[in-house]
Every structure is written in C-alpha cells, then in structure tokens.
T-cell receptor, first 113, second 112 residues
Framework: DSGVTQTPKHLITATGQRVTLRCSPR?????VYWYQQSLDQGLQFLIQ???????AKGNILERFSAQQFPDLHSELNLSSLELGDSALYFC????????????FGQGTRLTVV | GNSVTQMEGPVTLSEEAFLTINCTYT??????LFWYVQYPGEGLQLLLK?????DKGSNKGFEATYRKETTSFHLEKGSVQVSDSAVYFC???????????FGKGTHLIIQP
C-alpha cells in the first residue's frame, strides 16, 4: 500500500460528459502529480501541484484541469470527453523536488463510450 | 526535451534465468534515474533509484548502475522468479518542470 488513495477505481461515461477524479496523497506529502497511461502513449505526465499551487504542466489538454485543496487532496477534471480519453489515470504524491521518487495510487480506469 | 528509451517487450524468460532490461536516457541536466514496477491491476511501485553518476541502486535482487558515459541505467537480476512477472518502467527526473519522464515500459514474463 503506497498510502495514495484514488477514487473511483473505475468510471464509465459517455462522450461529451465531464468527470472528476480524486486523489488523496500520502500523509506529509505536499506534491501531487497526475499521469495518464494509455497503450499507445505510455505514461504521460499531465500536471503537478505543490501545496495548493500549480507547479509544473505537462501534456495536459485544455479540456482537462486540476486543483489541489487546502487539505492537500487533488481533483482532476476531464470535460467534453472523447473516446480517446479512455485510459488509466494515476495520481502520485511526493516531495517538492523533481528528483525525488513518487508514490503512486492504484489508478482510475476511465472508459468513454 | 527529456526522453527515456527502453527495450520493447514482451520479454519472456525461464525461471532462474539472468535478466537485463536496457534503458537509455537523454543527457540534459543532472537527472535522477528510477526503475518502477507495475504488477497487474496495480499502480507503479518504486523498485530502485540512483541519484548521481556511478551510483548503483538495488532492491529485491534487482540492480541498476547510473552510467553517465553511456547515458544508460540497465536493470539486471541474476535469477528471476515467476513472481517477477510485471511491467518495468525506467524513468528520469530533473532537467525541467516536467515531472518524471517514463519509458514505454517492458512487459516481463517469467515461465516456470
């Protein structure tokens, strides 16, 4: 158990809809990272938050947004969903520096139909 | 930008065989290097790491040495077990605000 909790584990929704994925980091970790894992693209870094502030942005679409709340949990919002958004979405938590390891949750499997 | 290249899988070996999974990285900055393992239905778990040149990371019989001259971080294990069957990801960090950069993963299958 990594200590990172993601909900829900599975999500099935229709194209055009909006969903929210939730992540609770390990106790004491201030950073939350979001990754997308798909068969064709592999693991793609989406965005990082540190202590409530956006810290780094990767390959995140404009239809996607995230935030980190004062209790440090984070939410990833995906809107105007397309079939190609079907993937595993992982949250990881860790320290502030980019050269530290990250602890991953078990992921949310999103299926867009 | 930063990138990590690792050998394509699946890699199929017999139990007790010697394992090498190759990984090379782009040499920008002074990255830390990691191997993560993903078992079926689970998230990624850190297997080992190295933070500077010539460091050797090791865990559960797996080893990898940070080779700056060849920009490599190959994963090795002397005698694999069926329970080692999983997907292995090489990753680098540092060099910019882009989180960890992962390779595409190598699916390892160990047959009894």
């Amino acid at each position: 158990d990594s200590g990172v909790t993601q909900t829900p584990k599975h999500l099935i929704t229709a194209t055009g809809q909006r969903v929210t994925l939730r992540c609770s980091p390990r106790s004491g970790d201030l950073s939350v990272y979001w990754y997308q894992q798909s068969l064709d693209q592999g693991l793609q870094f989406l965005i990082q938050y540190y202590n409530g502030e956006e810290r780094a942005k990767g390959n995140i679409l404009e239809r996607f947004s995230a935030q980190q709340f004062p209790d440090l949990h984070s939410e990833l919002n995906l809107s105007s969903l397309e079939l190609g958004d079907s993937a595993l979405y992982f949250c990881a938590s860790g320290g502030a520096a980019m050269n530290t390891e990250a602890f991953f949750g078990q992921g949310t499997r999103l299926t867009v139909v | 930008g930063n990138s990590v290249t690792q050998m394509e899988g699946p890699v199929t070996l017999s139990e007790e065989a010697f394992l090498t999974i190759n990984c090379t990285y782009t040499a920008t900055g002074y990255p830390s290097l990691f191997w993560y393992v993903q078992y079926p239905g689970e998230g990624l778990q850190l297997l080992l790491k190295a933070t500077k040149a010539d460091d050797k990371g090791s865990n559960k019989g797996f080893e990898a040495t940070y080779r700056k001259e060849t920009t490599s971080f190959h994963l090795e294990k002397g005698s694999v077990q069926v329970s080692d069957s999983a997907v292995y990801f090489c990753a680098r960090s540092g060099g910019g605000a882009d989180g960890l950069t992962f390779g595409k993963g190598t699916h390892l299958i160990i047959q009894p």
